[in-house]
T-cell receptor
């Protein structure tokens, strides 16, 4: 069975600081990995995805993530956080898009 | 058009009311999903339609009744709900399978049951 662990419930950073959100997965085959962002009261928006190829994936809004098979990780990074990045971030794993499994989410708080 | 639309945005209903949530997409996706999401929690899968047929029902109470009239539309009919059903209801769509196909989510319907 597939599973996703996001070990941090909350992350607090100062505006302009760098960010790394952690995601560890469990999956029997080559995983399909996603990061979604959700602003309060909104739907989920895809930031980036990994299926194969280059293990460093670029996404929207200046985000990137690195797939590390040896560590079963897919951590999300941003070099300089903006106040508008404050949101809930969900990592997901699945066999393609069909029924992905979501992590519990990490709430990002940005201090001015 | 890469958008999933949902109506209404907000809904307040009593426990004896009957209401419906609507979802629409025009991306040619043949899989559509209903999720329930409580605050600060991940989305919980409720139903999946694949090629307009119900393929997954995650043991959802019968007071929730999904309907997929055609490949672009998905409804969720609500009847005799309980206060604990108050949540954000998200619709999503995707290709049913294949590589590189993520889910596209609508903005959700905020449901309050009094």
């Amino acid at each position: 069975a597939q599973s996703v662990t996001q070990p941090d419930i909350h992350i607090t950073v100062s505006e302009g600081a760098s960010l790394e959100l952690r995601c560890n997965y469990s999956y029997g085959a080559t995983p399909y990995l996603f990061w979604y962002v959700q602003s309060p009261g909104q739907g989920l928006q895809l930031l980036l995805k990994y299926f194969s190829g280059d293990t460093l994936v670029q996404g929207i809004k200046g985000f990137e993530a690195e797939f590390k098979r040896s560590q079963s990780s897919f951590n999300l990074r941003k070099p300089s956080v903006h106040w508008s990045d404050a949101a809930e971030y969900f990592c997901a794993v699945g066999p393609g898009s069909y029924i992905p499994t979501f992590g519990r989410g990490t709430s990002l708080i940005v201090h001015p | 058009d890469t958008e999933v639309t949902q109506t209404p945005k907000h809904l307040v209903m009593g426990m004896t009311n009957k209401k419906s949530l609507k979802c629409e997409q025009h991306m040619g996706h043949r899989a559509m999903y209903w999720y329930k999401q409580k605050a600060k929690k991940p989305p919980e899968l409720m139903f999946v339609y694949s090629y307009e047929k119900l393929s997954i029902n995650e043991s959802v109470p019968s007071r929730f009744s999904p309907e997929c009239p055609n490949s672009s539309l998905l409804n969720l009919h609500l009847h005799a709900l309980q206060p604990e059903d108050s949540a954000l209801y998200l619709c999503a769509s995707s290709h049913p399978s294949g590589d590189g196909n993520e889910q596209f989510f609508g903005p959700g319907t905020r449901l309050t049951v009094l």
